[in-house]
């Protein structure tokens, strides 16, 4: 295994380069210890609870959109960023949260995939409108420095994979960027991750995954890019702690899914009587007779199992779609 003077001069310079610019994409440090100060009971604002179940169901959204993983972390650093520097009623989070999500996918996504405004509410089951959710979108822009090139954990995360993976040349088992992007995205959902620095919170993701391993070799790779970026062991102990305490919590069964709505497909009712006439019955045919053919009997005489006309066709919702958090490192109760 070779050093670090082994990895890409282009990758560690550009290592170097997000680090100078992590400062700038920080939610500020008051409003954070504001929101986890913060009372739901009290509606003194935006308490961390609100705000993590605005990040889950963010998290939801970017799911069933098929958005990317850059897509929610930008959108959630949007969301922390604008929640610091703002005073918000809980009533508003909603159409904030959506908006941020909006920004990013129009940021990060091909034009092509990003679903329309009045698409997003209808599945987001939000009461605002399309008026409200443009006239946000320029409130946030306007408020925050919105770059397409923001530097998140993912940037890290990205970064620091490359490396290793360069490094390794297939020597050393590493875990799949897909298991640690879905990690980075349940430490999102919850506020306390957002006090980060993004180059240390994906170094400690990838450190704790290494202690999992055992792997000395991956561990000393570890020190060395710490060393590089000049994190003091006492930080990177205390995030890949809260790492590992955020990951136990999801592995285990007392792990209750977020409280999401149930989607409802609001169709017309001759669709709904096909989708339930198709889903719950099945067409008996009269016999033939051996004999003379009965002119009396018809295709007619089949019971008309077609619904009602106030019937509505709706998805099982979340609760039907398996779990929400990833299966490889998540076990939930229905």
């Known amino acids: 295994m070779r050093d670090l003077q082994a990895v890409d ?10 680090c100078a610019k992590e400062y700038n994409f920080l939610p500020r440090e008051t409003g954070l210890k504001l929101m986890e100060s913060a009372s739901t009971e009290k509606h003194s604002g935006v308490s961390a609870k609100c705000r993590d179940i605005r990040a889950e169901e963010l998290w939801g959204l970017t799911s069933f959109f098929g958005y990317s993983t850059q897509t929610f972390v930008q959108a959630v650093n949007l969301l922390d960023r604008f929640l610091t520097i703002m005073k918000v009623q809980p009533k508003h989070l909603p159409c904030i949260g959506v908006c941020c999500l909006h920004i990013a996918a129009k940021m990060v996504e091909e034009e092509s995939n990003v679903s329309p405004t009045h698409e997003l509410i209808r599945i987001s089951q939000s009461k605002f409108t399309v008026s409200d959710l443009c006239r946000m979108e320029k409130i946030i822009s306007e408020k925050l420095s919105v770059e397409p090139e923001a530097v998140t954990a993912l940037t890290f995360l990205h970064l620091y994979y490359s490396a290793f993976t360069s490094l390794s040349a297939g020597r050393e088992e590493i875990p799949s960027i897909g298991r640690l992007e879905a990690q980075l995205k349940a430490c999102l959902c919850r506020l306390v991750f957002s006090k980060a620095k993004p180059s240390v919170l994906a170094l400690s993701l990838i450190a704790q995954e290494f202690e999992a391993l055992q792997s000395i070799t991956l561990l000393k790779i570890v020190q060395q890019f710490q060393r590089y970026l000049k994190i003091s062991d006492s930080e990177l102990l205390h995030w890949k702690e809260l790492v590992a305490k955020c990951m136990t919590e999801y592995r285990s069964s007392e792990c209750s899914k977020p409280d999401n709505k149930k989607l409802v497909w609001i169709v017309s009712r001759r669709t709904a009587q096909n989708l339930q ?9 009269p016999t033939i007779p051996e004999g003379t053919w009965n002119e009396s009997e018809s295709e007619d005489s089949c019971e008309d199992m077609s619904c009602g006309e106030d019937s509505l066709c709706g998805s099982p919702g979340s609760d039907g779609e398996g779990a929400f958090f990833p299966s490889s490192f998540l076990k939930c109760r229905k």
């Open 9 to 18: 001069s282009l990758l560690l310079k550009e290592l170097k380069s997000c």
């Open 277 to 285: 006439a198709n889903h719950f019955s099945v067409p008996g045919l």
